[in-house]
């Protein structure tokens, strides 16, 4: 079974410029994703993207960055990571490959099966 790409719907978002970079904390961080903390010597990636006139940045913990990459292949909205993959998960009734979540950090696996057994025991 392929791997299924998380369909977050129509966005446009016309950057006037983005960058992303992976970096390593020297302070405490909070993921935009998981609300975690990013702690000191972790890495992460860093975001900063303008559009509209606004400056926004994004910190993004490995593990989430590793759910992004796998489910995400059609783009995605920053802070809704978890929101649009438990809603996919669910449709799909937790029939997820076991190739998509090989490539996943541990503590990524360990939250994504949580989500498939809670969809399991709701069907």
């Not at 903390?37 to 400056?55: N, T």
């Amino acid at each position: 079974m392929e791997c299924s790409c998380v369909y977050v719907g129509e966005f446009y978002c016309d950057n006037d410029f983005y960058r992303s970079k992976i970096v390593t904390a020297i302070k405490q961080h909070k993921c935009c994703e998981c609300h975690q903390p990013i702690l000191p010597s972790e890495k992460y990636e860093y975001v900063a993207q303008r559009y509209d006139g606004e400056f926004f940045t994004h910190k993004t913990c490995i593990d989430c960055l590793s759910v992004r990459n796998e489910f995400f292949c059609d783009g995605w909205c920053f802070e809704f990571l978890w929101e649009y993959l438990t809603e996919h998960i669910n449709e799909l009734r937790g029939d997820i490959s076991e190739n998509c979540i090989a490539p996943l950090t541990v503590p990524a696996k360990n939250k994504v099966c949580e989500l498939i057994e809670k969809a399991w025991a709701d069907v």
